[in-house]
């Protein structure tokens, strides 16, 4: 199956991607969100000229063939530009096959364990347990992840006290039988650091998310070794020497590769096996309720060594404006605290035709023959 056409229809804030190749078999995936439309760009002048005429067959190998051959530019936006690649054609297998991705991989269908993810900091500790317990008994989740620090703070807080505050108040709000994760989003020192995190062993939380500026492997390992709490991360980084250092150095308790940041499926399937070999667990990074979520279930539904939950996004449009209306139906149902991989082929999910026909659209043709 050589690949035919890359279509790209994007805004600003996510961008999906059609494949289609010369025995018109197509599929969907999905550039990262946040500047997408950059992304798109990226994919149209530096991945579709390496991989449009070629054979979808050993997708680990065209992927590694964009990478040769764009070696001056090892960076993100060319990762997330790949991931659109990548997922549109884990779609188009699962279609032709007839199967979900998740059993592609290994795996099957069925149930994961999802924790309730929250993105807010501008939040009070009260009003953040409010809206947690409700989840709690509308949507029966039992695991929750709430925010520490100031995003990329230099161990400032959102307000003073805050972090302070937010710890115990989340274990007595919501009570000593739910699991309790925190995100720092890369806010302090280690010496800050390990100081929030007796705080954290002390009220029973269990996953302590970049705690540390992620690029400072040194610093977060400091802290894993100080504390008996999990520390985790590896949300960021899409570069695989930098996992297998993280790994070799165990940096981290739990990695979180995130599949989009990190250049699609088969560059985490790399991670995923590193990470077996040396006895880690992976909580992927899925902070939304694009399809980055949706190919994070099949990932864990199908991986040896998945963590215990699947990351969920709470934030509706106040927060995600733009995931409203994004699919004809939406694959995101929680019950009983869990989402469902369902069989239906593919990623088994469909883009509403009203959310594509006003956004930007781009493709690239190889060039029929005479």
């Known amino acids: 199956m050589k690949l035919k056409k890359i279509e790209t229809f994007t805004n600003q ?3 999906f991607v059609r494949v289609t190749t010369d025995d018109e078999n197509q599929g969907w995936g999905q550039v990262s969100t946040y500047n997408s439309d950059i992304t798109c760009n990226v994919l149209h002048r530096q991945v579709a000229p390496w991989t449009l005429g070629r054979d ?25 530009a790949m991931a659109g690649l990548d997922t549109a054609i884990w779609d188009m297998r699962g279609k032709k ?11 099957s269908p069925g149930l994961i364990r999802a924790y309730a993810s929250s993105m807010k900091r501008d939040i009070t500790p009260i009003d953040e347990a409010t809206r947690l317990k409700k989840l709690r008994d509308i949507n029966g989740f039992d695991a929750f992840k709430v925010r520490a620090g100031a995003e990329v703070g230099r161990n400032k807080d959102e307000w003073p006290g805050r972090t302070e ?24 020192s280690p010496n800050r650091a390990i100081e929030v995190g007796y705080i954290l062993q002390d009220h029973g939380f269990c996953h302590y998310e970049e705690p540390c500026p992620y690029w400072e492997l040194e610093q977060t390992k400091k802290v ?10 590896g949300e960021q980084d899409c570069d695989l020497p930098t996992w297998n250092r993280m790994i070799e ?7 979180q590769p995130d599949i989009l940041y990190l250049g699609g499926i088969c560059r985490t399937l790399r991670v995923v096996e590193k990470a077996r ?3 880690l667990p992976i909580t992927p990074h899925c902070a939304n309720l694009s399809m980055v979520t949706l190919f994070t279930m099949h990932l864990l539904r199908a991986i040896p060594n998945a963590g215990k939950y699947l990351e969920f996004s709470i934030e509706g449009t106040d927060y995600y404006p733009w995931q409203d209306g994004i699919f004809t139906k939406s694959p995101y149902e929680i019950e009983d605290g869990h989402a469902r991989v369902t069989d239906a082929p593919g990623w088994g999910v469909e883009v509403d035709p009203d959310w594509l026909a006003p956004v930007s659209y781009t493709h690239l043709t ?5």
């Open 56 to 80: 979808t067959v050993d997708l680990d190998n065209l992927l590694d063939l964009v990478t040769e051959r764009e070696h001056k530019f090892p960076g993100s936006y060319l990762r997330r």
């Open 249 to 255: 150095m165990r940096a981290v308790n739990i990695l």
């Open 13 to 15: 804030d996510v961008g």
């Open 277 to 279: 070999i040396a006895n």
């Open 224 to 233: 894993t070794d100080a504390l008996t709490i999990d520390v985790t991360g």
């Open 366 to 370: 190889l060039p029929t023959k005479a």
């Open 97 to 107: 096959a007839q199967k979900p991705v998740a059993e592609l991989l290994g795996g």
């Open 165 to 188: 505050e937010i710890i115990p108040t989340m274990r007595k709000e919501l009570g000593a039988d739910v699991d309790l994760l925190i995100d720092a989003n890369s806010c302090y």
